[in-house]
């Protein structure tokens, strides 16, 4: 069969394999091409998808294909998303590229602790490193994250080189004055203090100018002022909402309503810590009902999202929902919703079908953790970047 004309090395005495990986599974390859069945797992997909992509077996391809994409929630130490979304860029998979990329974007908490994490692959680290709309923990835990790939021992001799190149797409001004203070100690810093100097200078001024000020300053036009998808408490600009035993809570009729109350910051700035923003959070997770004078005067089944700015002062402002789902007893995020609105001119902001009504009620729905509803409500405030500078939206009205 191997010699067949289809094969790329049907002129050949014999079949070499390059790949150790490949070598590995040969003999389940081979028992494929003769029964159809072969049993693949998290470790042999890679290699099983190059040799049928070598030895063009479609029906293999699409196996394995479909088997990553069915695997991308695994628990962080059997995470292999990263060197599949390598290997689908390389060999043009691009559903699996672009599911791939997703998962990483929205799980970077669970892709640090993979065994990938190390070996990424340069380039693509450098595109995590510049985007906003990664979701994680902190910029500290990202930065941690990126110095144990920096100080990797396969890559010793490019260190210097590629903290200058790696550095500069960290968000050191956004990080709390506490979490800078940290990283001074850390071994590579006090290694390298040449390269880390201007990062930490440009930091600890950012903290230290306060808003009605800023603008006269001459920070450079970049994105490292700008919040990413922070969950933790460090940044102050999440909340979690969580809606415990759905199923079994109040029916269609007597609803529920969830409010909730919390305080995000104006800007990343300790200078800017006293001026907070306060908003009021009502969520209808089974539908909504309106009453007027003891009668039910409009009720649907739509998910319905409020949040009410309370101290009016006038912003514009990104609503990121991350939505959270569970798989292989591990707990992932399925979906990010982005909304952007201006409280300048309305301080009310209401979303009508935040989540699809009928898939949230369903037995197996894929939005429920052990029957508990699980969402992050991140609210950044948006960043205009000038030639001069960078000021928030707040400034003029401060």
């Not at 021992?153 to 001004?173: G, K, V």
């Amino acid at each position: 069969m191997l010699m067949s004309d289809k094969w790329k090395d049907a002129d050949q005495g014999e079949i070499q394999l390059e790949d150790t990986q490949c070598e590995a599974v040969f003999g389940q390859f081979l028992e494929y091409l003769y029964t159809g069945k072969v049993h693949i797992t998290t470790d042999k997909a890679v290699p099983l998808l190059i040799l049928a992509d070598k030895y063009n077996v479609p029906e293999l391809k699409e196996s394995c294909g479909a088997f990553m994409m069915r695997h991308l929630v695994t628990s962080p130490g059997n995470n292999h998303v990263l060197s599949w979304y390598q290997y689908a860029k390389t060999c043009g998979h691009h559903d699996l590229q672009e599911s791939c990329n997703q998962f990483i974007e929205w799980n970077i908490d669970t892709i640090i602790g993979s065994p990938d994490w190390e070996m990424m692959d340069r380039d693509q680290l450098m595109s995590l490193l510049r985007s906003s709309d990664i979701v994680v923990k902190s910029e500290y835990s990202l930065y941690c994250a990126l110095e144990l790939w920096l100080t990797h021992a396969s890559r010793a001799e490019y260190l210097e080189e590629n903290l200058q190149d790696l550095l500069p797409l960290i968000r050191f001004p956004v990080m709390t004055p506490q979490q800078l203070i940290n990283l001074e100690g850390h071994s590579l810093v006090q290694d390298h203090p040449n390269i880390f100097e201007k990062h930490f200078k440009r930091a600890f001024r950012f903290h230290a100018v306060p808003v009605d000020l800023r603008s006269e300053e001459h920070f450079s036009r970049s994105r490292v002022y700008e919040f990413r998808n922070y969950t933790g408490a460090d940044h102050k600009i999440a909340a979690s909402i969580i809606i415990q035993n759905y199923s079994s809570t109040s029916g269609n009729l007597n609803r529920v309503r969830h409010k909730q109350s919390l305080h995000t910051v104006i800007s990343g700035s300790n200078a800017d810590s006293h001026d907070t923003l306060h908003w009021e959070m009502t969520f209808y997770p089974k539908g909504f009902y309106r009453t007027a004078d003891g009668f039910v005067v409009e009720r649907n089944n739509a998910v319905r999202f409020l949040i009410t700015l309370q101290n009016g002062k006038p912003i514009d402002m990104d609503i990121i929902h991350v939505v959270y789902s569970h798989q292989n007893k591990v707990t992932f995020v399925k979906d990010i919703l982005y909304h952007s609105h201006s409280f300048s001119s309305n301080n009310v902001f209401q979303i009508e079908n935040l989540l699809p009504f009928d898939d949230l009620r369903s037995q197996n729905s894929p939005y429920l953790i052990e029957n508990s509803l699980k969402i992050q409500v991140i609210l950044k405030p948006k960043i205009m970047v000038k030639n001069d500078g960078i000021q928030n939206s707040v400034e003029n009205s401060l």
